[in-house]
C-alpha cells in the first residue's frame, strides 16, 4: 500500500508525535496525584527514564504506547506493511530496549509497572487504575497492566 502523503508531510506528521506527555501518560498522572501519590518524571539517574517515579515505594511507571513498544496481542500493536523490514527492526529494537531497562532496573531494586495505552483507553479504565494503586502499595517487583483482550 502505497502512503496517501508526500514524504514531507509524512515526515511532518511524524515529527509530533510525543514521547513525553501523551494523553495515556496524563492521564495516569493525573489519577496518581489525586490519589495523593506524588512522583517525580523521566529521572535521567535511572535507566530508561521512567515515566514517572514514586521514590517512597521505590517503584517506576512506564506508560507504553501499544503501536510503538509493540504490545502483543493488541489491536492497537499492527504492523504498517509499507517497508515491512524497517518497521520490524523498530519493534523488535525497541522490545529488545524495553526488556533490558526491565531487568536494569529490578537489578537496583526498583520495582517496574508496565501500564499498556490500550488500559487508559478501555472502558474499565477505572477499574485499571485502582490495580496500579494496589500494585504500588504490595511488595511485588514487576507487572503489566493492559486491556488488549478487551480491545
Known amino acids: 500500500m502505497t502512503d496517501t502523503v508526500d514524504s514531507a508531510t509524512r515526515s511532518q506528521n ?16 493525573k489519577y496518581l496525584f ?8 523521566n529521572d535521567r539517574k535511572l535507566p530508561g527514564r521512567p515515566d514517572i517515579v514514586l521514590r517512597k515505594y521505590k ?8 503501536f510503538w513498544h ?8 499492527y ?9 520490524q527492526k523498530k519493534f523488535s529494537g525497541n522490545v529488545s530496549r524495553d526488556e ?15 501500564i499498556w495505552e490500550c488500559a487508559t483507553r478501555s472502558k474499565k479504565c477505572l477499574d485499571y ?14 507487572s503489566e497492566i493492559s486491556a488488549s483482550d478487551e480491545l
Open 14 to 29: 511524524m515529527s509530533r508525535i510525543r514521547s513525553k506527555n501523551t494523553k495515556p501518560e496524563l492521564l495516569v498522572r
Open 34 to 41: 489525586s490519589s495523593g501519590f506524588r512522583y517525580c518524571l
Open 59 to 66: 517503584a517506576v511507571i512506564f506508560v507504553h504506547g501499544c
Open 70 to 77: 509493540h504490545h502483543q496481542g493488541c489491536r492497537l500493536a
Open 79 to 87: 504492523s504498517p506493511r509499507s517497508r515491512t523490514g524497517f518497521w
Open 100 to 114: 533490558k531497562v526491565k531487568q536494569a532496573l529490578l537489578e537496583i531494586d526498583w520495582r517496574v509497572l508496565v
Open 129 to 142: 487504575f485502582a490495580e496500579v494503586e494496589s500494585w504500588i502499595k504490595s511488595s511485588s517487583s514487576y
